[in-house]
């Protein structure tokens, strides 16, 4: 498959997605895909990630998961091939501003949807964030990033490796006790709270892994004008003793998600918005140096 850039040189902000990211395009399908591309040389601690990630996706075939096309190399440089999501990341749209229930309730079903997948084919995806959470141009909602995803067999059916980000681990995890996967359930509940707010709960003055070494900390709060659902919810996903959390099952029967309109088409309004956040923002640098 050849495929063809779309700008040359150093990364420019009309093919840049990540800082090792590039958007092509595919001149056999047409198709514009998004590719990866990571230097073996400057990222030999990395390779183990990389592998795992290219395993764990071709063996997914989920429409809530990024698709793998193909990896092949470049020199030193291997170079990722999966499908373009326009629209960013959830992160990404943040940063014009929070969201309303209505859009976090449809990216949260769909996020559901995807872990149930995972779970299902056994695999604990062990990184779920709000910048791991991507939009087409169309409104799907794709989970990606399956660097630190881990596999859970009946061989290892507790895993012990710390990965994963501070702020959004399960106290199970940053204890580095047995955990499964409820962890991705932890994970869940943080990322509500970070799509709700802006960003992760600030406990223990920003040392997370301070706050939730301590024994007996209290459930964590979702304040403001959000449904009590929605509330309920999030206290199902952070409950410190995993035993007493909420399985990615019972959250899928859960009466907040009900309450999801059908389909994603309504998470266009989160693309259009970010797309016109940029180009506000692109007009202020432009206008700065005039």
């Not at 304040?223 to 959390?245: D, T, Y």
Request: charged share 25%; glycine share 6%; aromatic share 8%.
């Amino acid at each position: 498959m050849h495929l063809f850039i779309f700008c040359h040189g150093a990364f420019s902000q009309s093919c840049r997605l990540a800082s090792s990211s590039w958007s092509r395009l595919n001149t056999v399908t047409g198709q514009i895909v998004a590719i990866k591309v990571l230097d073996l040389e400057s990222k030999g601690e990395e390779i183990e990630d990389i592998q795992r990630e290219i395993f764990l996706l071709q063996r997914c075939d989920s429409e809530y998961i990024t698709r793998y096309h193909k990896s092949y190399l470049e020199g030193t440089k291997l170079c990722v091939v999966m499908d373009f999501a326009k629209g960013g990341s959830i992160r990404d749209v943040l940063q014009s501003g929070v969201l309303e229930e209505k859009y976090i309730v449809v990216i949260v079903r769909e996020v559901v949807n995807a872990l149930s997948y995972l779970h299902k084919t056994g695999i604990i995806h062990r990184d779920i964030k709000a910048a791991n959470i991507l939009l087409t141009e169309e409104g799907k909602v794709k989970l990606c990033d399956f660097g630190v995803a881990g596999q859970f067999s009946m061989n290892s059916l507790k895993r012990h490796s710390f990965v994963g980000t501070p702020f959004w681990m399960a106290p199970e995890v940053l204890r580095r006790t047995q955990y499964d996967y409820k962890a991705d359930v932890w994970s869940l509940g943080i990322t509500i709270y970070e799509i709700a707010t802006g960003g992760p709960p600030q406990v223990g003055r920003g040392d997370p892994m301070k706050a939730l070494l301590m024994s007996g900390i209290e459930d964590i709060k979702l304040q403001g004008n959000f449904s009590v659902a929605m509330k309920e919810f999030i206290s199902l996903c952070l409950k410190e003793n995993p035993h007493q959390r909420a399985s990615v099952e019972d959250l899928a029967k859960h009466k907040w998600l009900k309450t999801a309109v059908k389909g994603t088409a309504i998470l266009q309004d989160l693309v259009r918005r970010h797309d016109e956040w940029q180009r506000m923002q692109s007009d202020k640098i432009r206008y700065a140096f005039l």
